[in-house]
Nanobody, 121 residues
Framework: QLQLVESGGGLVQPGGSLRLSCAAS????????IGWFRQAPGKERVGFGC????????YYVDSVKGRFTISRDNAKNTVYLQMNSLKPEDTAVYYC??????????????WGQGTQVTVSS
């Protein structure tokens, strides 16, 4: 069974950058669509980007487009989320998830435990 573990979260100043990792075990990551979701305090968890398993195509919502980049390293069985120009409103717990419909923002079948990202001066 696929297991996902996120890492790389932390505290960063506005305008700064972070790179999150989503490492997989138990199966080959590129067999799955991988979505990134985030949950801000007091809000629902929402998807904002994904990478397809078939050909590595990436999709982003407008609020992160141009600032966030999703990539995949098949040799390391890991998906990355590079976040640049971070804003306080990006503060959230970030999750990666694997599933057929994650690129539609729908919940995945497999989830990581989440990693906290805090953007604050």
């Amino acid at each position: 069974q696929l297991q996902l573990v996120e890492s790389g979260g932390g505290l960063v100043q506005p305008g700064g950058s972070l790179r999150l990792s989503c490492a997989a075990s138990g199966d080959t990551l590129n067999l799955y669509n991988i979505g990134w979701f985030r949950q801000a305090p007091g809000k629902e968890r929402v998807g904002f980007g994904c990478i397809t398993g078939s050909d590595g195509t990436t999709y982003y919502v407008d609020s992160v487009k141009g600032r966030f980049t999703i990539s995949r390293d098949n040799a390391k069985n890991t998906v990355y989320l590079q976040m640049n120009s971070l804003k306080p409103e990006d503060t959230a717990v970030y999750y990666c998830a694997a599933g057929t419909y994650v690129c539609y923002g729908r919940p995945g079948d497999f989830w990581g435990q989440g990693t906290q990202v805090t953007v604050s001066s």
